[in-house]
C-alpha cells in the first residue's frame, strides 16, 4: 500500500548530538503525525502539524509541516539516552469517512553513552 | 489523561484456535483503528469505525472481523489462526472531524504469538 519515505532508515549519534529526519510523499498530506515506538509499545504521538508551514515544539523536539503539504522533518536536539527508539511520520488526507494513517518505513535512532 | 485501552496485553494461541482482543477508545473519541505491526515494520492499517458503524477495511483477512459497541469500545476476532498472524495488534482512537480527518492516540497493544 501507499506508504511515506522516511529517512534515515537509522541513525547512530553520541549522546547530545542533535538529530534530524525528515518524510517525503509524492502526493499531499492534510495533517502530519510524528510518533515514536518503544520496543514492544505502542506508538506514542509527540507531535501533531495540521497547517502547511506549521513549525510546533514539544521539548527539545520541533517538527514541520511541509509548504507543499508534501513533507514534514522532526528534529531532537541535545539528544539523551531515553531518545532511543524508533521513530514513524505518519499522513493523513481528506476524505469520506474517517482516514487511515500512512506510515513512513520508521527510523531507528542508536545513541552511543 | 485516560488513554487508549487494550486487553490482553499478551496472548499465546495454536494454530487454528480464536483469539478476541479488546480496545476501549479515550472516552468520547467516536473513532477506533486495529493495525497489525510484523517485527521491524510500520503499522498496517486493518479496519476503522467511525460511530460503531464500519468507516474503512485494510488489509484484513477474511479470517478477522471486528466490531464497535454501543458504549465504543470494539473487538478484533480472529479465527482459524495461523502462525504469520503473530504480531502486535494495536488500537488506536480518535474524534474526526467532518474531513474525516482526526489525531489519532495508541494503546499499548496486544502480542499476539500463534504457535
Known amino acids: 500500500g501507499q506508504q511515506l519515505n522516511q529517512s534515515p532508515q537509522s541513525m547512530f549519534i553520541q549522546e547530545g548530538e542533535d538529530v534530524s529526519m525528515n518524510c517525503t510523499s509524492s502526493s499531499i498530506f492534510n495533517t502530519w503525525l510524528w510518533y515514536k515506538q518503544d520496543p514492544g509499545e505502542g506508538p506514542v504521538l509527540l507531535i501533531a502539524?495540521?497547517?502547511?508551514?506549521e513549525l510546533t515544539s514539544n521539548g527539545r523536539l520541533t517538527a514541520q509541516f511541509g509548504i507543499t503539504r508534501k513533507d514534514s522533518f522532526l528534529n531532537i536536539s541535545a539528544s539523551i539516552p531515553s531518545d532511543v527508539g524508533i521513530y514513524f511520520c505518519a499522513g493523513l488526507k481528506r476524505g469520506q469517512g474517517a482516514q487511515k494513517l500512512v506510515f513512513g518505513q520508521g527510523t531507528r535512532l542508536t545513541i552511543n553513552p | 489523561a485516560a488513554g487508549v485501552i487494550q486487553s490482553p496485553r499478551h496472548l499465546i494461541k495454536e494454530k487454528r484456535e480464536t483469539a478476541t482482543l479488546k480496545c476501549y477508545p479515550i472516552?468520547?473519541?467516536?473513532?477506533v483503528y486495529w493495525y497489525q505491526q510484523g517485527p521491524g515494520q510500520d503499522p498496517q492499517f486493518l479496519i476503522s469505525f467511525y460511530e460503531k458503524m464500519q468507516s474503512d477495511k485494510g488489509s484484513i483477512p477474511d479470517r478477522f472481523s471486528a466490531q464497535q459497541f454501543s458504549d465504543y469500545h470494539s473487538e478484533l476476532n480472529m479465527s482459524s489462526l495461523e502462525l504469520g498472524d503473530s504480531a502486535l495488534y494495536f488500537c488506536a482512537s480518535s474524534l474526526t472531524d467532518s474531513g474525516g480527518l482526526g489525531t489519532q492516540y495508541f494503546g499499548p497493544g496486544t502480542r499476539l504469538l500463534v504457535l
Open positions: 472516552p468520547r473519541h467516536d473513532t
Open positions: 502539524l495540521y497547517k502547511a508551514g
